[in-house]
């Protein structure tokens, strides 16, 4: 019973923040060492239910997103009976390029590797290796890192003065993808976190950014997560179906209010906050992690 509990808890915090410029790969790593949910030796039960979560959370934001992910992936079967709706086709179609381009990270994740860390054959392996205890400072430090973009993209949004856009363009969209590679390899770099820097050194409006991080960045979370939980079941490891569910009923419960309200949030004055927030929340990790290991030595 307190398995479940620490599951649902592990899920209920951190699915959220997969929706939010804050990592939601640092808190569970920060909790799942608090909460003992597993142990150095047990990478593979860390991955698989990180990995859990962060589809669960990518199902609700293609649910939130289905208009624009339809009118992307239908482009290339729509007619072009005039000018108006050649013109709709085009704009479509170029959207699509540019969501296929977010998916360049998930590709790049599936080559194989051979690094001295434990357990790691292919790069998609680095993430949840650091997800361990033993690398709390490395999350702390990019939780610091996170909240210092934050920053740097608020300070350079209040004083451009080129027209903003609703939409990414292609070189915003490239170099979207460029920064969430970071992401995809480091827990406590986040993928709204960086890919709103991005929209904003981008001159995208303030009104677009979460639409457009969420849109570009969740089909490669959705992919790189598969695979995870693709490799491990084929890999032979044992998975509870009722803490597998438990999983996914507290990453539902915790993001969908997240992510309803993202539609009605002015991320310009909620940015300091997170930026803020995830400078704190690296040092707690810090302070936390320090402690422990003088703890044992002790």
């Known amino acids: ?21 804050v990592s939601h790969g640092a808190h569970f790593a920060f909790l799942s060492d608090v909460l003992h949910f597993a142990g150095p030796e047990q990478s593979d039960r860390r991955g698989f ?34 000018a108006a709706a050649r013109s709709a086709k085009r704009a479509r179609l170029r959207r699509l390029l540019h969501l296929s381009l977010s998916v360049l990270p998930a590709l790049v994740l599936v ?23 033993d690398y709390l400072l490395v999350t702390a430090f990019c939780c610091a890192a996170n909240g210092l973009f934050l920053f740097i993209s608020f300070w350079y949004a ?3 003065t080129v027209p903003a856009v609703q939409a990414a363009r292609t070189p915003g969209v490239l170099r979207f993808a460029v920064y969430q590679v970071p992401a995809h390899f480091l827990p406590g770099l986040s993928h709204v976190g960086l890919g709103a820097t991005n929209l904003l050194l981008t001159d995208v409006a303030q009104t677009g950014i979460v639409r457009e991080a969420l849109f570009y960045y969740t089909p490669a979370l959705f992919l790189v997560n ?36 993202l539609s009605r949030i002015n991320l310009k004055k909620t940015f300091i906050f997170f930026a803020l ?22």
Do not use: H
């Open 226 to 261: 598969v695979v995870r939980i693709v490799r491990y079941l084929v890999g032979g490891l044992v998975v509870d179906p009722r803490m597998a569910a438990v999983a996914v009923g507290g990453a539902l419960l915790g993001c969908i209010p997240v992510v309803a309200l």
């Open 111 to 133: 080559i194989p590797v051979q690094l001295p860390l434990k357990n790691v054959s292919y790069l998609v392996d680095v993430f949840v290796s650091l997800l361990g205890p």
């Open 49 to 82: 239910y990180y990995a859990v979560i962060s589809v669960t959370f990518s199902l609700v934001a293609f649910v939130a997103l289905r208009k624009l992910y339809f009118a992307a992936l239908s482009a290339p079967f729509l007619p072009e009976r005039d």
């Open 158 to 160: 209040a004083r451009r």
């Open 277 to 298: 927030y995830s400078i704190v929340f690296g040092g707690a990790i810090a302070v936390y992690a320090f402690w422990d290991v003088l703890r044992t030595m002790i």
């Open 1 to 21: 019973m307190i398995s479940y509990l620490k599951t649902f808890l592990l899920a209920l915090i951190s699915a959220p923040f997969a929706a939010l410029p």
